[in-house]
């Protein structure tokens, strides 16, 4: 069985998918861009303001479904540089406590949805 997860306090989805499904004890978040959830506008700023508010949209995603940073077991962060790994390690680490991060890639790629610079998805254990 699965729950879907969505609130107003993410961006809403683009296309035919959810923000997050709850499967079981596992809930997997859908990939977060620096969209702003109340105008659905981009942030354009600095790699490291788009990684904060790519980490904010997480949040709401996990408050939604009552779960915590805390509770990430894997995450995927796309980048469209490998140039941007400093500035996004620097606030993705804001968010984690070292001695207990989820596991996680980081792989840079051609091009990300509306030409973003970053786009983070995870799965968490409930």
Known sequence: MKKIIN???APAPVGPYNQAVLAGNTLYCSGQIPLIPS???LLEGTIQEETRQVMENLKAVLTAAGATFENAVKCSIF???MDFYGGINEIYAEYFDEATAP???AV???TLPKNVNVEISLIASL
């Open 39 to 41: 105008t659905g506008k």
């Open 103 to 105: 596991a996680r890639e």
């Open 7 to 9: 609130t107003p306090n």
């Open 79 to 81: 980048m469209s540089s």
């Open 108 to 110: 840079a790629v051609k």
